[in-house]
């Protein structure tokens, strides 16, 4: 085989090495509540750097939307990264089938694993709905708050800019049909519906096609969505923002029609110094679309 024949071929195969799942694992342990036996997981040996929580968005979502390529891992080489499944959802079931999901139960069992785990001071990176979460903490334990990040994120439900109807008509209402055909059980349409959202928020067909491929199963609980919905409609934590005195970093992606970046703009105005950074081929998963540019955005940020 030629060399430059070789060179090509290595070149091919860097991103799809780059974005290859992280292993499933077994949760590292369960915090232990009234309501719900919360699993999380740590990535990373503890160091001297500030441990990281990466927290996931949905609602109704596990954490495994977000190790679906090898980002989390690579920050972990320089500090500790945690993730941990909402009450409801993926290995976090609920023990008290009553239990709220208000924000500030949600609030407090961030706080039960960080508390679980001794840390008098965390980063958080809070994505899409996490972003409205990892806000809502920040605004009622800013002592436990190192730094903040906030990925094409929200502060509210009315702040989003969301730009699917004018974006997307035509998937939109083919999806709406496709629906009202359907035989399938009020579950089994449930996950069709959110894959059919997944599949207009990335910039690129080719890196949606291989997330959705590598995802059969983005550990979605529809019930936990729906009582999430109903028992927040009104959090709105922009009071806060101006705030924060710890630092903050804004990232969105400029192409997501989900939380489009003028939601992430208005949030970024609205903080102290904070810096806002937009990924230009990027819909509404910049980690996974440029993953590269994410991880060094994010080691230029976070500091000790």
């Known amino acids: 085989m030629k060399p430059l ?7 091919l195969t860097l991103p799809l090495a780059a974005q290859t799942p992280m292993p ?21 040996a503890p160091q001297s750097t500030t441990p990281i929580f990466a ?32 009450r409801g959802t993926g290995a976090s079931p609920l023990t008290n089938p009553s239990a709220p999901q208000t924000m500030e139960a949600q609030v407090a069992d961030l706080d039960a694993v960080r508390d679980h785990l001794h840390l008098a001071k965390i980063d958080l990176c809070g994505d899409s ?9 920040a605004a009622a334990h800013p002592e436990h708050v190192h730094q903040l990040i906030i990925s094409d994120g929200l502060v509210s439900y009315e702040s989003i800019v969301h730009l699917f109807p004018q974006v997307f008509p035509d998937k939109l209402e083919a999806q709406t049909t496709a629906a009202k055909a359907s035989t399938a059980s009020p579950e089994a349409q449930a996950q069709q519906g ?3 959202h997944f599949s207009m928020i990335f910039y690129s067909p080719e890196k949606m096609t291989r997330y959705l491929a590598n995802a059969p199963n983005l550990g979605f609980s529809p019930a936990t969505a729906e009582a999430i919905a109903k028992a927040n409609p009104t959090v ?23 939380v489009a970046p003028l939601t992430a703009y208005r949030i970024y105005k609205a903080i102290p110094n904070a810096k806002l950074v937009i990924f230009e081929q990027s819909g509404h998963l910049p980690s996974y679309e440029e993953p590269e540019k994410y991880l060094q955005v994010l080691n230029d940020f976070l500091t000790n």
């Open 5 to 11: 024949l070789l060179l090509a071929l290595a070149v």
């Open 24 to 44: 499933v694992i077994p949760p590292t342990g369960h915090v232990h509540t009234p309501d719900v036996d919360i699993a999380y997981w740590t990535y990373g």
């Open 55 to 86: 927290v996931n968005g949905g609602p109704g979502l596990s954490h495994i939307y977000m190790v679906q390529n090898d980002l989390w891992q690579r920050v972990s080489q320089h500090r500790q990264v945690v993730f941990y499944d909402q």
């Open 129 to 137: 709905y996490g972003g409205l979460l990892v806000i809502a903490y």
């Open 194 to 196: 959110l894959r059919d």
């Open 236 to 258: 709105d934590s922009t009071a806060a923002l101006a705030k924060f005195n710890f630092p903050t970093l804004v990232l969105n992606g400029r192409y997501d029609m989900n």
